[in-house]
Structures are given as C-alpha cells and as structure tokens.
C-alpha cells in the first residue's frame, strides 16, 4: 500500500483471495489479523478525511464510506435522530395522559 493511498478492503481481500464478507470472522480467531485489520481501518478514514479536506476525494463519496464502515453521522442525520427522538417521547406523554390514572388505595385513618 502506497503512502497516499485510500485502502479498500475489497479491493485488498480479493487481491488476497479472501472472501471479503469473512474479515469479521478472520478478525475472531486471528488476533494478528485483527490488529492489522484495525490499524488498515484507521488508515482508510484518516485518508478519507485528509484527501477530503485537501479535495482529493468527492465529500459525499467520502461520507457514505466513512458512514457505512466508520459510523460517522452527518448533522442532519443526527438532527433526524433528534427530531425522531422528541417525537416519539411526545406521542409517549400523549398516550401516558390519555391512560385512565389506576385507582390509589384509600389509606387508613388511624
């Protein structure tokens, strides 16, 4: 791998002759291949986010990788999220209030 290039996994399992859809797996039982594994995954986003900034790479090609294998999350998303969250917990207080109160037991007066 060639210092200012993006590493793709695929690209590396098929060049290797491994199944690209067993990494996870291999990473499991091969503690080697899981610390390389790591530290490749750490070098595809650092240059996904370095060829981004200095305009190597197209923004939103960059972000749909570092969404789908890195678990970054673009604002609106977030914003959605948020929006979605605020939501659901409005329709909870609706439903909460709209439940008939469960009778209290009258305490004794002694």
Known sequence: M?????????RWA???GVNPNRISSICEIDEDFARAFAMAKAWQEFRLEEDTLYKKTEYRM???MLSAHHGW???DENENRLGTLANDFGKFLEYMSSQKKPEQPESDPE
């Not at 200012?4 to 695929?10: A, I, V």
Request: charged share 40%.
């Open 62 to 64: 960059a972000m749909a």
């Open 2 to 10: 060639r210092e200012d290039e993006t590493f793709l996994f695929k």
């Open 14 to 16: 098929f060049a290797n």
């Open 73 to 75: 999350k673009t604002k």
